[in-house]
């Protein structure tokens, strides 16, 4: 009862201070003053850059001081230069009542932003890094229709279809060797901040069954640089990847989720001829030095590059050689060559592809470069360790027909 009593008295007491205060500063509406602390009501304003936006511009759209204009940059200066802001980039300011800038968030990128704050009349700037929770999650899935469908929905679950593909990028082409009912496990790093999820971090180990033939990935790093490795420890990079026809590319090319670009692999001669969209991105196998690019013939546009141990690829029929692809010029893995077409003598739109060893044309599907040297004596014991731990995890993560990333992921937000 007692405590009620001077409950009441202390809200008595502020709503009078209050009249008092207001019929003082006569309820001037536009400074909404709370209390005799000055603790302002501050006006919060957020956004994207535009395109071609430069600081006084959203200073000017947001109604701020100009002399603020100055400050900012002071503050900034060393630290981080708003010069180079990005359009599309996320920023978010507070605004005192007198249009004087209080704070302002910058992303840089998504895990880092520009913090400014106001301190009297400066203001002081610093970068800072969102900290994240790291979890190790996994999932297992069967693949229907294709690999970013059998992820379910979401931009996650995209993300990780497409991680998942380069990491096997040497040993299976994910546009045509996939086969219904083909299964996969992941074990992958989530990020959390606070019990939200924000995105995935690494894969740390991967099983993808194939056709009957089960690989496995481990991530391992060795002197700072990450890669990753069978579990015998050899490198699963090799020299030429399984198919010029990128699924990364490809899936960032053709944007619905049911996408079969390449309609029909066949080897009518020597070769292969991938058929697909024209536009379709055509990459490198391998490093290499373009010794071809041009028209030639019954190939139409087409691009040759010389490999290391006498190897060349040919790339014909194509739309469009890409700029920079010219003799001489180096290529690197995966670099995008070209665009499929039908030029040349060509019935309809496809890639003609061709490897030649010495000068005589090699079926590239039964090219399997050998892989790098595994991992040297002073890695074996560690990764050993790695790759049992590994293994147990990835053993214990069940295959769920028709799994939905996103809904798992939301699952574990509620817990
Ligand atoms: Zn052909």
């Known amino acids: 009862m007692k405590r009620n009593h001077a409950a009441y008295g202390i809200v008595f007491v502020a709503v009078v201070a209050c009249l008092v205060f207001l019929a003082w500063t006569g309820g001037d509406k536009r400074k909404p003053v709370f209390g005799d602390d000055a603790r302002v009501k501050l006006r919060k304003v957020s956004g994207t850059v535009r395109k071609g936006d430069v600081l006084s511009r959203l200073f000017k759209r947001n109604r701020l001081q100009v002399a603020d204009l100055r400050r900012v940059k002071e503050a900034a200066d060393g630290v981080y230069d708003l010069g180079k802001l990005s359009s599309g980039r996320p920023y978010s300011m507070t605004i005192d009542p007198d249009d004087r800038l209080s704070s302002l968030t910058y992303w840089i990128d998504d895990d880092t932003y520009l913090n400014l704050s106001r301190d009297g009349e400066s203001l002081t700037a610093a970068i800072e890094k969102v900290e994240y929770e790291k979890r190790q999650l996994s999932f297992g899935g069967v693949i229907r229709d294709n690999l970013v469908a059998s992820l379910g929905p979401g931009r996650d679950a995209v993300l990780l279809a497409l991680d998942l593909s380069d990491i096997f990028a040497w040993d299976i082409d994910f546009n045509t060797d996939l086969r219904e009912g083909d299964t996969f496990r992941v074990v992958v790093e989530g990020l959390f901040a606070?019990?939200?999820?924000?995105?995935?971090?690494?894969?740390?180990?991967?099983?993808?069954?194939?056709d009957g033939q089960r690989y496995l990935a481990y991530r391992y790093e060795v002197k700072g640089n990450a890669g990753y490795y069978d579990a015998e420890g050899r490198p699963l990079k090799r020299a030429f990847l399984k198919a010029p026809l990128n699924f990364r590319r490809i899936s960032s090319h053709f944007t619905g989720r049911r996408f079969h670009p390449i309609l029909k692999v066949y080897?009518?001669?020597?070769?292969?001829?991938?058929?697909?969209?024209?536009?379709?991105?055509?990459?490198?196998?391998?490093?290499?030095?373009?010794?071809?690019?041009?028209?030639?013939?019954?190939?139409?546009?087409?691009?040759?590059?010389?490999?290391?141990?006498?190897?060349?690829?040919?790339?014909?029929?194509?739309?469009?050689?890409?700029?920079?692809?010219?003799?001489?010029?180096?290529?690197?893995?995966?670099?995008?060559?070209?665009?499929?077409?039908?030029?040349?003598?060509?019935?309809?739109?496809?890639?003609?592809?061709?490897?030649?060893?010495?000068?005589?044309?090699?079926?590239?599907?039964?090219?399997?470069?050998?892989?790098?040297?595994?991992?040297?004596?002073?890695?074996?014991?560690?990764?050993?360790?790695?790759?049992?731990?590994?293994?147990?995890?990835?053993?214990?993560?069940?295959?769920?027909?028709?799994?939905?990333?996103?809904?798992?992921?939301?699952?574990?937000?509620?817990?």
């Open 194 to 210: 606070g019990n939200t999820f924000k995105k995935f971090g690494d894969i740390l180990s991967a099983e993808f069954i194939n």
């Open 267 to 415: 080897r009518p001669h020597r070769g292969i001829d991938y058929v697909a969209a024209t536009g379709t991105p055509v990459s490198a196998l391998g490093d290499g030095v373009v010794r071809f690019a041009g028209r030639r013939g019954g190939y139409g546009k087409l691009v040759i590059i010389q490999h290391r141990n006498n190897y060349s690829t040919w790339y014909g029929h194509l739309s469009r050689i890409e700029k920079g692809i010219r003799s001489g010029a180096r290529v690197e893995q995966g670099d995008m060559i070209g665009r499929v077409g039908s030029t040349g003598l060509a019935t309809g739109p496809h890639l003609h592809f061709e490897m030649r060893v010495a000068g005589r044309a090699v079926n590239p599907l039964t090219i399997r470069t050998v892989r790098a040297e595994p991992l040297v004596a002073g890695h074996r014991t560690r990764f050993r360790e790695y790759v049992v731990s590994m293994d147990r995890r990835l053993n214990e993560t069940a295959v769920v027909d028709g799994t939905s990333i996103s809904s798992m992921l939301a699952a574990m937000e509620r817990k």
